[in-house]
């Protein structure tokens, strides 16, 4: 997370959506960065607005923005599933070392969600929460003119993000099934990613 008292902006670090490579560049540039633990560096929105909003709102301004970006479903959890299949993490529970990624996305799809599936969910982390609070502006991942247009010009800043944190690159592809069983699973992140069109 981090915060821009002059422009009043916050920015919302959804996991697997270029946020280390911002937070690498625009770090010195902000008032507050949150780097760790990560239950804060990745706050999302109702634990922002339980504890950080309050704070913001009284101490910068009370009309302080958020920004985030989202990420196509199936393209974030392939992000997840590369992240974990990283050579060092083989062994270790949460790895994705041995399984496809159809049974990554099977096993995301569970109401209980194995280990190595439980990456968490975009539209949750970005819901709007009862007292309004909400992501004022959301990006697709995929829009990086309209990302790095938007920022350079609320922080007057001329950005080169470097590419950071970056899952290990190889093809993936779900089968017909899998793909149609996590659309209906988890339609809600597909509706919300959808509407940034």
């Known amino acids: 997370m981090l915060v821009f008292s002059k422009a009043k902006l916050v920015i919302l670090s959804v996991p697997k959506t270029g946020t280390t490579a911002m937070e690498s560049f625009l770090g010195p540039h902000a008032d507050i960065l949150v780097k760790e633990p ?6 999302p929105v109702y634990r922002y607005n339980r504890f950080f909003r309050p ?25 997840w599933y590369r992240y974990r299949r990283r050579p060092f993490m083989e062994g270790k529970p949460n790895a994705t070392h041995g399984i496809s990624f159809d049974d990554f ?8 969600r194995p280990g190595f599936a439980n990456v968490g969910s975009q539209a949750k982390f970005l819901e709007p929460q009862p007292n309004g609070t909400r992501v004022d502006h959301l990006f697709r991942y995929e829009d990086q003119p309209a990302i790095l247009g938007f920022l350079e010009t609320r922080l007057g800043l001329t950005l080169d993000l470097p590419r950071e944190n970056v899952s290990p690159s190889m093809p993936l592809t779900l089968s ?4 149609e069983k996590l659309r209906r699973k988890c339609a809600e992140e597909f509706t919300l990613w959808e509407s940034l069109g």
């Open 176 to 179: 017909p099934a899998v793909e």
């Open 55 to 79: 704070m913001l709102e009284k101490f910068v301004d009370p009309g302080i923005e958020t920004m985030a970006v989202m990420r196509e479903p199936v393209s974030w959890l392939g992000s």
């Open 38 to 43: 990560p239950e804060l560096k990745h706050a």
């Open 105 to 112: 996305v099977l096993a995301y799809c569970q109401g209980k």
